[in-house]
């Protein structure tokens, strides 16, 4: 049996109730079957959302909740203990104890933070606690937040290598069309190529939460290329993680992890960091970068956009296609003629042609 862990996202629609409080009775579901799949031997990592709709349920008395996204941040100081109370209480009755982990996108960017961060939930693993992770909205910073909770657990489902990833929200899964609106509508149950099926996720939301079936597939196609099998399923069907887990027809829809795994820092240079501009470069360089050089001024034909050391960059071939993203050594104001070096190496992930990554920002 494997010992990778999982990682159970729980979204805003699913963790809060209609008035927008924590609901109790689906963390104490989630919490028993995550118990279960303790004692079969899987560790469980959770990532919640949910903090800013319970936090706006307690101070915002019924007012429609705010667009004012500082605001927003701020009354997830409110909502974040209340929603960590309950998933206190609802794994006490097991007698397991939770642990509480905020993260935000510098933490996968920077190497310290990142092997930090891994380094506390791998402890907190050890002493038999379950990990609850969140985004720390509260002091986030709001250009660069994930805003969405699908992506940082897919980046999570990266960093702590784990064999799946399943996303619970408020519908069964991916289907063939809006099941709200079309009767016909099926659901899809394994995808094998998630870019076949990215432009049927258009942009379809639920009421509450940021994510939808777009930001899902997103963060599914980041777990694949993590090497990761991501689900998309029901919070509230009764016994969906175990029924995820043992492949149970109808849980979910399915999409199967590529065998080729990047590192979490490539995840999110590739589908994280949002680009600030644009280098075309030509064929010779397109090779060199495939065969992992550095990318160097002299194959650089054109660019676009303004950035600061350290922002992300798309590259593409002389045709426009996308063959690779990284990260720049200098600011776009600030180039060294001497240099040669635009972007190092290990700041570079190239994708194969026709496959690049879809981009969240
Ligand atoms: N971190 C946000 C929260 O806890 C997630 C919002 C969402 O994905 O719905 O409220």
Do not use: C
Request: hydrophobic letters at 45%; proline letters at 4%.
């Amino acid at each position: 049996m494997t010992t990778k862990p999982i990682v159970v996202k729980v979204g805003t629609s699913s963790v809060t109730t209609a008035q927008g409080s924590v609901d109790h009775e689906v963390l104490r579901a989630i919490a028993e079957q995550i118990v279960t799949v303790r004692s079969r031997g899987r560790d469980v990592i959770v990532v919640t959302s949910g903090a800013i709709t319970a936090g706006w349920a307690e101070v915002g008395g019924g007012r429609p909740r705010p667009h004012d996204s500082a605001q927003l941040q701020a009354v997830s100081a409110v909502g974040q203990p209340l929603l960590m109370a309950t998933w206190r209480d609802a794994f006490a009755a097991a007698g397991v104890v939770v642990g509480q982990v905020l993260l935000s996108p510098h933490d996968f960017a920077d190497r310290r933070q990142y092997l930090a961060a891994r380094r506390t939930i791998e402890h907190l693993r050890a002493l038999s606690v379950v990990p609850i992770v969140n985004e720390n909205d509260a002091v986030a910073d709001e250009e660069i937040r994930f805003g969405d909770n699908d992506r940082l657990a897919a980046l999570v489902a990266n960093v702590v290598g784990a064999s799946d990833v399943i996303l619970l929200t408020d519908t069964e899964g991916f289907f063939t069309a809006d099941p709200r609106l079309d009767p016909q509508a099926t659901l899809i149950e394994e995808i094998r190529h998630v870019d076949e099926y990215m432009a049927m996720a258009g942009s379809s939301r639920s009421g509450v939460g940021s994510g939808g079936m777009a930001s899902k597939m997103s963060a599914a196609k980041m777990a694949s290329w993590s090497g990761v099998t991501a689900t998309i399923a029901a919070a509230r069907r009764p016994q969906v993680i175990l029924d995820v887990l043992e492949g149970v027809s109808g849980s979910g829809t399915v999409v199967r992890a590529r065998p080729e795994r990047l590192s979490a820092r490539e995840s999110w240079i590739a589908f994280a960091a949002p680009s600030r501009g644009r280098l075309v470069i030509n064929d010779g360089a397109v090779l060199a970068i495939q065969r992992r050089a550095s990318l160097l001024s002299v194959g650089v034909v054109s660019r676009e956009g303004e950035w600061i050391d350290g922002d992300a960059l798309d590259i593409s071939d002389e045709s426009g296609r996308v063959v690779a993203k990284g990260l720049a050594r200098a600011s776009s104001a600030d180039r060294d003629a001497s240099d040669p070096i635009v972007i190092r190496a290990d700041d570079l992930v190239t994708f194969p042609v026709g496959d690049a990554p879809v981009r969240l920002d």
